[in-house]
């Protein structure tokens, strides 16, 4: 299996990313299409995941996961729209398309990396490195918790997979 990460540029084509959001967002969780696309997609950095059978058969590709990355403010990023399409989750796209983010954040000089989780993926983020903060909070229905992840949380993290 041949799998591609590829980052889209603000004011590039966002199609396929849309097309996996409304499928996961809207379709199956059941969030209103206007409250899933917002202006901050004008002006965040994509992610996109690709699938293929082999490295040779790339125009037979299929897109299987997203997400977006913002700079909010003194060196914090956000990640946000994580979605993996339903019959593509478990096969690690997820853990991939994450720490592509997180890589990204950190070379554009990102000090924290922050996201709003959707609490039943908690762990999947905690197992990245980040961390919980505050309390449960309701957004769109669907509750979710802060979380965020420094330097010091991603070395740790990266010590223990050795």
Known sequence: MYIQGKLI???EDLSECFKIRK???VEEQG??????FDDLDKTALH???FSTGNEQNEEQSKAVATGRLLLLEDGTFKIGRIAVRKDERGKHYGDMLVKILISKAFECGAKTVML???VRVVKFYESI????MGEVYMEDGIEHISMKLDQQDLCRTCQKEK
């Open 9 to 11: 540029n603000p004011g």
């Open 23 to 25: 499928e996961v967002f």
């Open 31 to 36: 969030i209103p299409e206007e409250l899933e």
């Open 47 to 49: 992610c996109i995941i």
């Open 116 to 118: 709003s989780a959707q």
């Open 129 to 132: 490195g980040f961390k919980t």
